[in-house]
């Protein structure tokens, strides 16, 4: 069965753009993180990856219980570098106690993606803390050395389409591969902490060379020091991924408007919010000085 979300009794909007405005603040005042980047990409990561463990044929996973808390999801090998964003929410946890973890993780996601110029997204509270019995077995996270044929089956286990899977992908505009985590190094194309197509662009119209990288692992390279895992790639490869491509890299309000669908679907899976009410909208913190 679905996980029933909480209603937030005494909780409104309000509330919850004062969470939202305290780590929007922390990101602005944290811009030295990794190189300059800043802490957004990290934190969207966190987002998929607390959600990225859902499997929809027993409903286990997902960002509901909140688990990546737990010792056992925190040290999944997949997750090596998420201890960056986790640390950085800290203090908002502390400052905001009544807040669900599962609901901290997404809304964290919500506003960088946000606060990096990309879609609003709606974001629905109501996620509950599970035990930690109910963590999930490490190994649901996807294997970047693979194929297209490798990404779609993957995400099948969420049930989402050729177009959606696409557009997920895109938010490799953001953010970087680092060897010490993850064993690929370079970030996907120039503007690292502001969300683009150019995921796509890149995609179509650098020249891409297959190479073996210091940790022995090969990855697509450019002349401009952009790089593609092997499942990025994957989506030019495969002519039913290479449409939505060619599309996104033409038009970023598709992009934006079609990757906003996925994500949401994405940080709701295996939620039932029934009647608790319509979805929240944040402003940036930008529309709020103006
Ligand atoms: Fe990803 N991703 N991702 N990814 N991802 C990495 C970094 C980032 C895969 C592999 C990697 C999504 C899907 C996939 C982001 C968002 C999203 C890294 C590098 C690897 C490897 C980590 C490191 O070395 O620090 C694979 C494989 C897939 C796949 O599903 C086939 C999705 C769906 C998203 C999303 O947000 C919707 C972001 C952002 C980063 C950059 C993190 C950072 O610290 O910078």
């Given at each position: 069965?679905?996980?029933?979300?909480?209603?937030?009794?005494?909780?409104?909007?309000?509330?919850?753009?004062?969470?939202?405005?305290?780590?929007?603040?922390?990101?602005?005042?944290?811009?030295?993180?990794?190189?300059?980047?800043?802490y957004g990409p990290n934190l969207v990561r966190l987002s998929w990856h607390v959600s990225g463990t859902f499997?929809?044929?027993?409903?286990?996973?997902?960002?509901?219980?909140?688990?990546?808390?737990?010792?056992?999801?925190?040290?999944?090998?997949?997750?090596?570098?998420?201890?960056?964003?986790?640390?950085?929410?800290?203090?908002?946890?502390?400052?905001?106690?009544?807040?669900?973890?599962?609901?901290?993780?997404?809304?964290?996601?919500?506003?960088?993606?946000?606060?990096?110029?990309?879609?609003?997204?709606?974001?629905?509270?109501?996620?509950?803390?599970?035990?930690?019995?109910?963590?999930?077995?490490?190994?649901?996270?996807?294997?970047?050395?693979?194929?297209?044929?490798?990404?779609?089956?993957?995400?099948?286990?969420?049930?989402?389409?050729?177009?959606?899977?696409?557009?997920?992908?895109?938010?490799?505009?953001?953010?970087?591969?680092?060897?010490?985590?993850?064993?690929?190094?370079?970030?996907?194309?120039?503007?690292?902490?502001?969300?683009?197509?150019?995921?796509?662009?890149?995609?179509?119209n650098e020249n891409w060379k297959l190479e073996k990288n210091e940790a022995g692992n090969k990855q697509y390279?450019?002349?401009?020091?952009?790089?593609?895992?092997?499942?990025?790639?994957?989506?030019?490869?495969?002519?039913?991924?290479?449409?939505?491509?060619?599309?996104?890299?033409?038009?970023?309000?598709?992009?934006?408007?079609?990757?906003?669908?996925?994500?949401?679907?994405?940080?709701?899976?295996?939620?039932?919010?029934?009647?608790?009410?319509?979805?929240?909208?944040?402003?940036?913190?930008?529309?709020?000085?103006?």
């Amino acid at each position: 069965a679905l996980h029933l979300a909480k209603a937030q009794d005494g909780k409104s909007l309000e509330d919850f753009q004062k969470v939202y405005n305290a780590i929007a603040e922390k990101l602005r005042d944290e811009d030295e993180f990794d190189g300059y980047i800043g802490y957004g990409p990290n934190l969207v990561r966190l987002s998929w990856h607390v959600s990225g463990t859902f499997d929809k044929n027993d409903n286990s996973g997902g960002s509901f219980g909140g688990t990546y808390r737990f010792k056992k999801e925190a040290d999944d090998p997949a997750n090596k570098g998420l201890q960056n964003a986790a640390h950085f929410l800290e203090p908002i946890a502390k400052k905001f106690p009544w807040i669900s973890h599962g609901d901290l993780y997404t809304l964290a996601g919500v506003t960088a993606l946000q606060e990096m110029q990309g879609p609003k997204i709606p974001w629905r509270p109501g996620r509950v803390d599970a035990d930690e019995k109910d963590t999930p077995e490490n190994g649901r996270l996807p294997d970047a050395s693979q194929d297209g044929s490798y990404v779609r089956h993957y995400f099948g286990r969420f049930g989402f389409t050729d177009q959606e899977i696409v557009a997920l992908l895109g938010a490799h505009c953001l953010g970087k591969t680092h060897l010490e985590n993850s064993g690929y190094e370079g970030p996907w194309g120039a503007a690292t902490n502001t969300f683009t197509n150019e995921f796509f662009v890149n995609l179509l119209n650098e020249n891409w060379k297959l190479e073996k990288n210091e940790a022995g692992n090969k990855q697509y390279n450019s002349e401009k020091g952009y790089m593609m895992l092997p499942t990025d790639y994957a989506l030019v490869q495969d002519g039913k991924f290479r449409k939505y491509v060619e599309k996104y890299a033409k038009d970023q309000d598709a992009f934006f408007e079609d990757f906003k669908s996925a994500y949401v679907k994405l940080l709701e899976n295996g939620i039932d919010f029934g009647k608790l009410g319509k979805a929240y909208v944040f402003k940036t913190l930008d529309e709020q000085d103006s």
